[in-house]
């Protein structure tokens, strides 16, 4: 992974420093909470429900063990024992005390972390597919330009004070799991230009969910990796002159994007862009194969030896048979796989982890993945370099810890956002709606029959549990000062990107539950040989749900 | 109200000209957007230093074609979170090539500085404190920085 220089050290250090500096005049009434606020969110500090909330920049989501070790350290030492993994990649506490936050940076920057633009109207903190550098399916390591965008994004003097938040996701993979087309741009790498050999990108803009979701289109289907900062300075050039600052619930670049129309915006990203194209933006190629060279695959051991006794341990044991099936994935190096650690055990809470489950996690890392540790979008977590060989005694234990759940991708797998529970925004609990659908089936056999399932839960319309790309989406809203859960069918967030259509009027909690309690049994009922519930629905389209779910009409 | 000009405290001898107030002879004045349009030829050969002020709404796209006239241009933040005068200001100065006094008025406060400088403004109307001080410690508070601007 990439490992610090000097001078990022320094910044992070400075940084601390300076935000020390601005909560002790805050705290002195030199700043108003106006001036304060923006300040605050550059540093990932929200003020929630009932406390401040630190969220915390996981970069493309790949942390070592060591940091996943202090993240530990901050749950137990300042906030309540445990951390939450969100959907950006990043992890949030949820009760620390303002006056502790300098500290708690402090303490993240010894391990060359930092929370900086994790919130606020600028460039957040850049997303990647949680497979990258290691998944067979791969044209590169989207983290490598992760990390340049990072760079180049963090404390822009021009985009600092955009007319909202800005989201950039980087896929390697057509399989898209960083759902680049749901962000306000997404870079998928692909190979080109002339000799079609040459590594760049297609460009896609407009994307994001909230209460306009939109799935975003091509700008441009080729951008020279060079090339790569002066076409994304391009785009936040127009957008930050013209995107709207009239109402915040219009000011995303997707409305932008929609209102000026695709062809006149990408011609006015085209034009700034060759003003820009040749200048000192161009990505030297010695700046590119020196952070290429920290994203390196690390030293594996050959097929035959990695693999042993791996195919004997899966046979004699069918629950450890279960969990290969659904949380282990194909690697880029024979005798190696990828293993996902969910951290949503049946009847839990999504993303959570205790202190003790972090430490170890970071101690399996250590042991078995080379001391790397991966954060999805999908709220777990993943070891990217696991040996075949290992995989039965790295289940065993995770099993000890509680994180051995063989439910990745399936019913139980559900993402959530903090909802009512938690959140100023909210206008309804998402968690316990969460907890009890996960709890709907305890059989993990008959989740596996069920098969691939993307749940997905939102406590209000902006969306942040991705309800709108759910194949069973869920979005709680108030009405008439009650809970009401309205159910959308046939998102996805992938390559094949659709937002879901509510399917009819909302239920109150216990209603929706039995809602997808049904949903999920007439596809049973009417599901063809290995269809998923997605495939299901687009064959026989939303009625046969709906007349389960309301009668028919 | 006072002007840091390069971080130093700087006197201001520009006038700004406000509603229909009339244009003095001889002194360097600021005239906003419209009204320069109403008076530009009138002004033509006017023997005194000419500024123009645009809003947040108003590129400066819109001035590019007068630009040699104009010795100051004064960007306006009408809240500090209004972030479009940042690009303004890289425009004229990298692409426009303009190389007079650029000015950032209105809600202009000691967290920004640094961003407002990077991005072309080498004047600022700031209010309140001590504000070569604020600048001195805002100036050292960030020493690397990730990305080119004109700078």
Request: aromatic share 8%; net charge negative.
């Amino acid at each position: 992974m990439y490992q610090y220089r000097d001078i990022d050290r320094d910044f992070v250090r400075q940084r601390v420093e300076q935000f020390r500096d601005q909560v002790r005049r805050r705290l002195d009434g030199d700043l108003s909470e106006d001036e304060f606020k923006p300040l605050r969110l550059m540093n990932g500090v929200y003020l929630q429900l009932h406390a401040y909330m630190l969220r915390v920049a996981i970069p493309y989501g790949t942390l070592s063990s060591d940091q996943m070790r202090r993240l530990a350290h901050i749950a137990r030492r300042y906030d309540k024992g445990f951390g939450h993994f969100t959907t950006r990649q990043n992890v949030q506490f949820n009760w620390p005390k303002l006056i502790d936050i300098p500290d708690i940076l402090g303490e993240l920057a010894d391990v060359d972390m930092h929370a900086i633009q994790t919130s606020g109207n600028c460039i957040r903190n850049v997303t990647a597919d949680h497979f990258a550098g290691v998944a067979a399916d791969e044209v590169d390591d989207p983290r490598i330009y992760g990390e340049i965008i990072r760079q180049w994004s963090t404390l822009h003097p021009e985009f600092t004070f955009l007319p909202r938040k800005f989201k950039i996701a980087v896929t390697g993979s057509p399989a898209d799991r960083a759902a680049t087309r749901f962000h306000d741009i997404g870079l998928i790498l692909r190979k080109g230009g002339e000799s079609g050999d040459r590594i760049g990108f297609e460009v896609v803009v407009g994307g994001g969910q909230g209460r306009t979701p939109m799935v975003a289109k091509t700008i441009r289907d080729f951008v020279p990796e060079q090339d790569m900062l002066s076409y994304l300075e391009a785009i936040l050039r127009v957008y930050n002159m013209l995107g709207r600052r009239d109402n915040k619930y219009k000011a995303r670049i997707k409305i932008l994007l929609h209102e000026t129309g695709v062809e006149k915006f990408t011609q006015l990203v085209e034009d700034e862009w060759r003003h820009i194209k040749d200048g000192p933006l161009v990505l030297p190629v010695d700046t590119v194969a020196a952070i290429r060279a920290d994203f390196a695959l690390p030293p594996y051991q050959d097929a035959a030896a990695a693999s042993d006794g791996f195919e004997p341990a899966r046979v004699a044991n069918p629950d450890f048979d279960l969990w290969v099936t659904r949380n282990v994935h194909a690697h880029k190096q024979p005798g190696y796989a990828i293993a996902t650690v969910s951290l949503k055990p049946v009847g839990g809470i999504p993303g959570d982890a205790t202190a003790e489950q972090m430490d170890a996690v970071a101690d399996l890392a250590d042991r078995f993945s080379l001391g790397e540790i991966r954060v999805s979008h999908e709220q777990n977590l993943v070891f990217a370099h696991v040996r075949r060989a290992d995989l039965f005694a790295l289940w065993q234990a995770l099993q000890a810890i509680g994180l051995a759940t063989a439910n990745e991708g399936l019913v139980s797998d559900i993402i959530a956002c903090p909802g009512l529970d938690y959140c100023a925004l909210a206008n309804a609990r998402s968690i316990p709606v969460s907890q009890r659908i996960s709890s709907l089936f305890d059989d993990m056999r008959k989740q596996h029959d069920i098969g691939e399932l993307k749940i997905k839960i939102s406590g209000c319309i902006n969306a942040c549990g991705h309800h709108h790309v759910g194949h069973i989406g869920i979005l709680g809203v108030d009405r008439r000062g009650t809970e009401n859960y309205q159910i959308t069918l046939g998102g996805d967030a992938g390559p094949d990107a659709n937002i879901g259509t509510i399917i009819g009027p909302g239920f109150d909690d216990d209603g929706v539950v039995a809602a997808v309690k049904t949903l999920i049994h007439r596809y049973l009922d009417i599901r063809d040989d290995g269809e998923r519930f997605i495939d299901t629905f687009r064959r026989a389209g939303v009625r046969p749900f709906k007349e389960a779910v309301y009668g028919s009409a | 109200m006072a002007l840091l000009r390069n971080g130093r405290l700087a006197d201001d001898p520009w006038i700004q000209i406000s509603g229909e107030s009339p244009v003095p002879e001889g002194e360097p004045v600021i005239l906003d957007y419209e009204r320069w349009l109403e008076e530009k030829d009138r002004l033509d050969g006017r023997n005194a230093p000419l500024g123009v002020r645009l809003a947040s709404d108003q590129p400066p796209s819109l001035i590019a074609d007068d630009l040699a006239r104009f010795s100051l241009v004064a960007l306006e933040f009408p809240k500090f979170a209004d972030g479009r005068a940042y690009s303004y200001a890289r425009l004229l100065r990298e692409r426009l090539g303009f190389a007079g006094e650029l000015r950032a008025v209105g809600n202009v406060l000691r967290d920004q500085f640094v961003f407002m400088e990077r991005c072309g403004f080498d004047a600022l109307e700031v209010h309140g404190g001590d504000p070569e001080a604020a600048y001195a410690a805002a100036k050292g508070e960030i020493t690397h920085q990730y990305q080119p601007t004109g700078d």
